[in-house]
Antibody, heavy 120, light 107 residues
Framework: QVHLVQSGAEVKKPGASVKVSCKASGYIFSKYGISWVRQAPGQGLEWMGWISGYNDNTYYAQKVQGRVSMTTDTSTNTAYMELWSLTSDDTAVYYC?????????????WGQGTLVTVSS | EIVMTQSPVTLSVSPGERATLSCRAS??????LAWYQQKLGQAPRLLIY???TRATGIPARFSGSGSGTEFTLIISSLQSEDSAIYYC?????????FGGGTKVEIK
């Protein structure tokens, strides 16, 4: 059974950085990618980027390009998303989701989500 | 950048009736389109990919169609548990752009 388990909620001050983890189980990590999607309170879904579990290739959304880094640790089947220079606009639930290995495609399944709150 | 537009914003349907949700892309995405269901307080769940292929475990009352710029998700006989927000997402151009969502309410 495929599972993605994310790290716990975070509270950060403006200007700080946050790193969210996503531990995968139930499948061969290197045969898939991971996409990250966020959802601000009461808002829709926003794709942030994708990383290949095979070769660490990445694609980032223009909106967060330059402020985000997505990495993997194949020894623990864990993906990470780090976002820095945080503002209140980054307050959201951050989801990881299993994706295809070669490029962003469809997302299935999703992690449970990690709430990141940015507040002074 | 591709813009995905969903309509209507809210849809109110009686149990057992048919619900029709639309998604329009600002340029062709071929059949590189997925649909997700998100219930209150939960993570989204994949329903459809490739515009018309049901994901594993998804009931047959959910069906997707379309290609190019116009797509449709049909829930053929609405159940109470189908109350949720439905999102379309294109993946045609190395990105994963979502539509704004359609909220399906049970009358």
């Amino acid at each position: 059974q495929v599972h993605l388990v994310q790290s716990g909620a975070e509270v950060k001050k403006p200007g700080a950085s946050v790193k969210v983890s996503c531990k995968a189980s139930g499948y061969i990590f290197s045969k898939y990618g991971i996409s990250w999607v966020r959802q601000a309170p009461g808002q829709g879904l926003e794709w942030m980027g994708w990383i290949s579990g095979y070769n660490d290739n990445t694609y980032y959304a223009q909106k967060v390009q330059g402020r985000v880094s997505m990495t993997t640790d194949t020894s623990t089947n864990t993906a990470y998303m780090e976002l820095w220079s945080l503002t209140s606009d980054d307050t959201a639930v951050y989801y990881c989701a299993r994706d295809q290995v070669g490029a962003p495609n469809w997302f299935d399944p999703w992690g449970q989500g990690t709430l990141v709150t940015v507040s002074s | 950048e591709i813009v995905m537009t969903q309509s209507p914003v809210t849809l109110s349907v009686s149990p057992g009736e048919r619900a029709t949700l639309s998604c329009r892309a600002s340029q062709s995405v071929n059949t590189n389109l997925a649909w997700y269901q998100q219930k209150l307080g939960q993570a989204p769940r994949l329903l459809i990919y490739g515009a018309s292929t049901r994901a594993t475990g998804i009931p047959a009352r959910f069906s997707g169609s379309g290609s190019g710029t116009e797509f449709t998700l049909i829930i053929s006989s609405l159940q109470s548990e189908d109350s949720a927000i439905y999102y379309c997402q294109e993946y045609n151009n190395w990105r994963g752009t979502f539509g704004g969502g359609t909220k399906v309410e049970i009358k």
